[in-house]
């Protein structure tokens, strides 16, 4: 089955305590994302990637990191989270955009809820 | 980074009634795609708009480009329990960093 899978899907941590949400996608796409969901603010892109080796900033990259080493894996890190990095996070895949007027159509992951007390 | 305007932000309807919603901008999209997000769930995406007029059907759901690429429409014909959700709008620039409105939060009641 063609998927994005996310773990954990739900995470209590404290401040300051490094983490790593994992995101893989089965599908071969070149075209990678992670966004976070506030109540609010809509979904927001915090990084993406083109293609391995290839990471780019979204709109709210402040306090995360990324990194692609291989085609199906990219993992986003907290290294030192804060209470306002609570929140819901979505993995993404996509294939390249080039095909239809830059059109990068998202295939989410399930989500994992993260809360930093 | 161009802002995505979606009206309006919560609409509840009964069963088997129509609904429009809409998503605009300032600038020119490239492309625009819709979304679908149930609670607890990832968006879905349901359908993606490139040439500016261009319409699409999916069952009841019809999606609307404008002329100008400026704005967007999808339409609901006799809306049922089931397509209550979150429905976003979004759009991709040619670098590939995208950028989703904030939703229409559509309740359908039996």
């Known amino acids: 089955e063609a998927q994005v899978t996310q773990n954990p899907r739900y995470l209590i941590t404290v401040t300051g305590k490094k983490l790593t949400v994992t995101c893989s996608q089965n599908m071969n796409h070149e075209y990678m994302s992670w966004y976070r969901q506030d109540p609010g603010l809509g979904l927001r892109q915090i990084y993406y990637s083109m293609n391995v080796e290839v990471t780019d900033k979204g709109d709210v990259p402040e306090g995360y990191k990324v990194s692609r080493k291989e085609k199906r894996n990219f993992p986003l890190i907290l290294e030192s989270p804060s209470p306002n990095q609570t929140s819901l996070y979505f993995c993404?895949?996509?294939?390249?955009?080039?095909?239809?007027?830059?059109?990068?159509?998202?295939?989410f992951g399930p989500g994992t809820r993260l809360t930093v007390t | 980074t161009q802002l995505l305007e979606q009206s309006p932000q919560f609409l509840s309807i009964q069963e088997g009634e129509n609904l429009t919603v809409y998503c605009n901008s300032s600038s020119v999209f490239s492309s625009l795609q819709w979304y679908r997000q149930e609670p607890g769930e990832g968006p879905v995406l349901l359908v993606t708009?490139?040439?500016?007029?261009e319409v699409k059907k999916l069952k009841r759901l019809t999606f609307q480009f404008g002329d100008a690429r400026k704005d967007s429409s999808l339409h609901i014909t006799a809306a049922q329990p089931g397509d209550t959700g979150l429905y976003l709008c979004a759009e991709t620039d040619s670098w590939g960093k995208l950028q989703f409105g904030a939703g229409t939060q559509v309740v359908v009641t039996p």
């Open positions: 993404a895949s996509s294939t390249s955009g080039k095909i239809r007027g830059w059109a990068y159509e998202q295939y």
């Open positions: 708009v490139v040439t500016g007029g």
